[in-house]
Structures are given as structure tokens and as C-alpha cells.
């Protein structure tokens, strides 16, 4: 597709170049349009030193945080939640299931709502109403009451997830973004650890009236309430006006992600790039990914049951929940930093780890019930898979360019995965237990699909990269935007063809990371 097709650009012509609007570019081109330098590798690696230091830490506890309020259900069931508020085994699944169904909803509208506004304003609005939420369980009484608070912390979490994947993709390049998405979803394994010793510490609260589980959700309300207020001082919306950066920096933070091809962002919703993203091959395979890497998901809420089904005691089965937290850590951390180091090599690392995870259910479903240190064992093994999903959500954002498209892309993953989660809860039924024979058989079949679709994704764009490596170079035409000098003069400045807010179907030139 030519760049006049696309319907983003004016057909007027000024001197050698065509005049482009400034709300059809991406909003990095005001920074660095004109400029002909190039950065500095030691300058650049200052710059991303100053960048890891501001936003990663909170991007890190943020994803702690999320992951622990979302899991409490889990751990508040060992702590007496389904005695108190009454709740059967269906209803139990169904408040884990109601979350993700919320979650699905709202997920198009969140993205929708982060390309309008002020990303890090908008996720910090999100996370005050979700504080509020995760709080509010602790005065339920019922399956209804639950329900209410369970949809709204859906709602809520829709824009996390998706605000990293932007957030990450207008500060870093596609080699760090591998690196840094792990990073900060790696945190979700801590947030099991530490998630273990707030319930264990819990489980010795004895305050008349007021239970164990209702403790964990106002302690983990008051951490959430108090990083709500923290974002919204301290997390940038864009590198075009980080406040801990310097208007120079801050265009050297632009530059810096040249390479990427896909620019910082765009508030303008282009029709035509949503069309291209729902008719994105790659969009669909990626989707289905995350569909299907998701069901066993349910483990999460499960897996203090399960723990306490192989007849270990509530306090041994709180602290035995922190051991998912160690391998998840361990496994997303070797994952990222292979796949970083070694190019063009994540559908192979991904599906590495899942041969674990075959090995994790076969055992826990041939092993005799008596055997519980094997058993045990066995349940930690079908989480090594996690470097999976975590791969999966950096590739996606190293692979789509155009910010409508890229904010589309996002909406449809992150849907995916919802649905995925959603219907795992309902595998987990009383006529299956103690064995789960079923729900697992269904887990094994999903881990057994997924290496297979990372395989072939990266053959599909190994072949369109060839498509394009046979394309002749075309001749380019010069485009430019005008910027009011400090003067006041109008003048026009070239602006390069990576801060052209182009899809990368649109862009010829872009290629595709592996």
C-alpha cells in the first residue's frame, strides 16, 4: 500500500516535499523532524539508563501489585472466603470466570480510552477504582456482593496490561522490549511469593468479627490505593513529555526508537488501520495463542485447592503457593534474556518451555494419589511454560506498526487471553475430583497446540520477510510537516518515514523480528 492509499496524507506538494498534517504523523515527529545528526551510542544507552530508572520500578510493582489483587480469590479460599460468604463450587468458578468476562467487555473501550488520553493519567484512574474494589470485598457477604466487585476489578485491569505493551513499545527498542516486558511480567511471580506470606501472616489475624480473608483484602486494597496516587505523579504518559526528561532527551528518546519503525504514538483513530488489523493474519494466530496459552490459567485460583486436596495443612498449603512464584520468576527471567540474546529465536524459546510442562501433567495424572512429594513436584512443573505467553505479548509488539493498528492488535490478544481464562474455571468440576483428570487432559492438549502456533507464525512472517527482500527499492518521495520556530516563523522540516505513524503493511521497509 503506497503511502498516498492510505487516505493519512494531504495532496499538496511544497517545494520537494508533501505536506503532511501533524495529527496524521506520529507525535514523536515534532521532536525529531529535521533532524539529520545521528545519536550517540553512549548517549543513547544513557538515556535508556535514565528511562529503566524512572518507569520500570513502578511498571514492576504495578504488575506485583495487579497480579496480587486479581489472585486473592485464590488465596482468600484457604483463608475461609467460601465458608463465610456461602459460596458452592460453581460460584466459586464463576467469580473467577465473571472477572475475565468483564474483563473481555471492557478491553476494546480501555484500549480505545488509552490512545485518547494521557496513558499514565488514564491507568492511574483504573487502578484508584480497582483499589477501591479490592477493598469493598472485605465487606461482601454473599456470592451477589463478590460478583459486583469481582466485574469492576475486570474493568479495571483491562488497562494495565494493554498500557505496558504501548508504554513499552514508545520508550524502548524491539530487542529491549523483549527484555523489559519480561521484566515486568515477571513480577507476577513474586506477587505469588509475597501474596503467600501476606495470607500465611494473615491466617494469624484474630480479631473478633472480622476474618482472615477480609484482612488480605484490606491490606492488599491500601498497598493498591497508595500506587494509584504514585502513578499519577510519577508515571509519563510519553517520552514527547517525560518529565524527568530534558526537552533535549526527550527528542533523544525519540530517536533513539527509530529503529523500530512503529514511532511513539498517534491520538488520532485511523479507520483504515483498524480494517488492516482485522484482517491481519498474524493478528488471529497470535489470538488464538493467547486463547489457548490461557486456559490452564485456572491453575492459578486452583492451585491452593489442589495443593490441599493432596493432604497437605492450610499453613503448609499457604506457603507451599509461593513455589509457582520462585518458577515463574526463574523460568520468564532465563526465557527473555535468551531470546534477547539470541536472534531471531522466540517461537523457539517459547516452545522450549513447554516441554517441561508436557512432562509436569503426564506425571500428575500416571502418579498413584499416595505418592505426594511426586505430585507436588508435578504441579509445579506444568508452570514452566509461562516464557510462552510473555514472548508472545513483546513479539506481537515488535511486529505491528501504526498505532490504531497496534492499539487494535493489543485490544484483540488481550481479549483472547480473557476468553481463555474464562472458560477455564469451568473444567474444574466436583464430579472430577481428587484426580482432574479431564481438566487436565484439556490443559495438555492446549500446551501441546501452542508450540506449534509460535512455530507457525514465525514461518508466516519468515515468508512475507522474504516477499519484501524480492520487492525492487522504490523511490521515495520526501515528506515534511510545519513547526513554528522560536521566532515565529513557519517553516517546513523533513520528516523521516519511521515517525510516519505507518502500518507495517504500509511500510515496505519494515522487516519482521523472529
Known amino acids: 500500500m503506497s503511502l498516498e492509499s492510505s487516505g493519512a496524507f494531504k495532496d499538496q506538494k511544497h517545494h520537494a516535499g508533501v505536506s503532511l498534517s501533524t495529527k496524521d504523523v506520529d507525535t514523536g515527529a515534532q521532536l525529531v523532524a529535521g533532524l539529520t545528526s545521528t545519536l550517540d551510542p553512549d548517549e543513547a544507552l544513557r538515556i535508556r539508563r535514565k528511562i529503566d530508572r524512572h518507569i520500570m520500578p513502578l511498571m514492576c510493582i504495578l504488575y506485583w501489585v495487579q497480579f496480587m489483587d486479581k489472585t486473592t480469590l485464590g488465596s482468600a479460599a484457604i483463608l475461609g472466603i467460601q465458608k463465610a460468604t456461602n459460596l458452592t463450587t460453581n460460584e466459586y468458578n464463576w467469580l473467577g470466570t465473571v472477572f475475565y468476562l468483564s474483563y473481555l467487555v471492557f478491553e476494546y473501550p480501555q484500549n480505545l480510552a488509552l490512545q485518547r488520553f494521557p496513558v499514565g493519567k488514564w491507568m492511574s484512574i483504573n487502578i484508584f477504582v480497582w483499589a477501591v474494589a479490592l477493598a469493598s470485598h472485605a465487606a461482601c457477604k454473599n456470592f451477589a456482593g463478590l460478583l459486583v466487585v469481582r466485574l469492576l476489578l475486570g474493568v479495571c485491569e483491562g488497562s494495565i496490561t494493554a498500557g505496558f505493551l504501548i508504554v513499552s513499545s514508545m520508550f524502548y527498542t524491539r530487542t529491549e522490549q523483549t527484555l523489559r516486558v519480561g521484566y515486568w511480567f515477571l513480577m507476577n511471580g513474586t506477587a505469588q511469593i509475597i501474596s503467600g506470606f501476606i495470607s500465611f501472616g494473615t491466617l494469624h489475624i484474630n480479631t473478633k468479627g472480622f476474618e482472615p480473608w477480609q484482612w488480605l483484602m484490606i491490606i492488599t486494597g491500601a498497598i493498591t490505593l497508595t500506587l494509584a496516587i504514585s502513578f499519577w505523579f510519577l508515571f509519563p504518559d510519553s517520552p514527547t513529555n517525560a518529565w524527568f526528561l530534558t526537552p533535549d532527551e526527550r527528542a533523544k528518546a525519540v530517536q533513539?526508537?527509530?529503529?523500530?519503525?512503529?514511532?511513539?504514538?498517534?491520538?488520532?483513530?485511523?479507520?483504515?488501520?483498524?480494517?488492516?488489523?482485522?484482517?491481519?493474519?498474524?493478528?488471529?494466530?497470535?489470538?488464538?495463542?493467547?486463547?489457548?496459552?490461557?486456559?490452564?490459567?485456572?491453575?492459578?485460583?486452583?492451585?491452593?485447592?489442589?495443593?490441599?486436596?493432596?493432604?497437605?495443612?492450610?499453613?503448609?498449603?499457604?506457603?507451599?503457593?509461593?513455589v509457582p512464584g520462585i518458577i515463574e520468576i526463574l523460568t520468564i527471567f532465563t526465557g527473555v534474556r535468551l531470546a534477547a540474546r539470541?536472534?531471531?529465536?522466540?517461537?523457539?524459546?517459547?516452545?522450549?518451555?513447554?516441554?517441561?510442562?508436557?512432562?509436569?501433567?503426564?506425571?500428575?495424572?500416571?502418579?498413584?494419589?499416595?505418592?505426594?512429594?511426586?505430585l507436588l513436584i508435578s504441579q509445579f512443573l506444568t508452570g514452566v511454560?509461562?516464557?510462552?505467553?510473555?514472548?508472545?505479548?513483546?513479539?506481537?509488539?515488535?511486529?505491528?506498526?501504526?498505532?490504531?493498528?497496534?492499539?487494535?492488535?493489543?485490544?484483540?490478544?488481550?481479549?483472547?487471553?480473557?476468553i481463555g481464562n474464562a472458560a477455564g474455571p469451568f473444567m474444574w468440576k466436583t464430579q472430577y475430583k481428587p484426580r482432574n483428570h479431564v481438566p487436565w487432559a484439556v490443559i495438555g492438549a492446549c500446551y501441546?497446540?501452542?508450540?506449534?502456533?509460535?512455530?507457525?507464525?514465525?514461518?508466516?512472517?519468515?515468508?512475507?520477510?522474504?516477499?519484501?527482500?524480492?520487492?525492487?527499492v522504490e523511490d521515495e518521495e520526501e515528506y515534511v510537516i510545519e513547526r513554528i520556530t522560536e521566532d515565529g516563523k513557519c517553516v517546513e522540516v523533513k520528516v523521516d518515514k519511521e515517525f510516519l505513524d505507518l502500518t507495517d503493511r504500509q511500510n515496505r521497509d519494515f522487516r519482521y523480528v523472529l
Request: net charge positive; charged share 15%; aromatic share 8%.
Open 385 to 418: 511454560s509461562v516464557p510462552g505467553f510473555v514472548l508472545s505479548l513483546s513479539w506481537l509488539n515488535s511486529v505491528t506498526a501504526g498505532h490504531t493498528k497496534k492499539v487494535v492488535t493489543n485490544a484483540i490478544m488481550l481479549s483472547a487471553y480473557c
Open 448 to 472: 501441546v497446540a501452542c508450540p506449534v502456533l509460535l512455530l507457525v507464525i514465525r514461518a508466516v512472517l519468515v515468508r512475507e520477510n522474504k516477499i519484501r527482500d524480492a520487492e525492487p
Open 256 to 322: 533513539r526508537i527509530k529503529e523500530n519503525q512503529t514511532g511513539v504514538e498517534n491520538k488520532r483513530f485511523k479507520r483504515e488501520q483498524m480494517i488492516e488489523a482485522l484482517t491481519d493474519p498474524k493478528t488471529w494466530l497470535f489470538a488464538l495463542f493467547s486463547a489457548l496459552d490461557n486456559v490452564p490459567n485456572s491453575l492459578t485460583n486452583q492451585q491452593t485447592l489442589i495443593l490441599a486436596s493432596f493432604g497437605f495443612s492450610a499453613l503448609q498449603t499457604t506457603l507451599l503457593s509461593c
Open 342 to 374: 539470541r536472534p531471531n529465536s522466540r517461537a523457539y524459546v517459547g516452545a522450549i518451555y513447554f516441554v517441561p510442562s508436557w512432562l509436569g501433567i503426564l506425571l500428575v495424572n500416571l502418579l498413584p494419589w499416595s505418592n505426594q512429594t511426586g
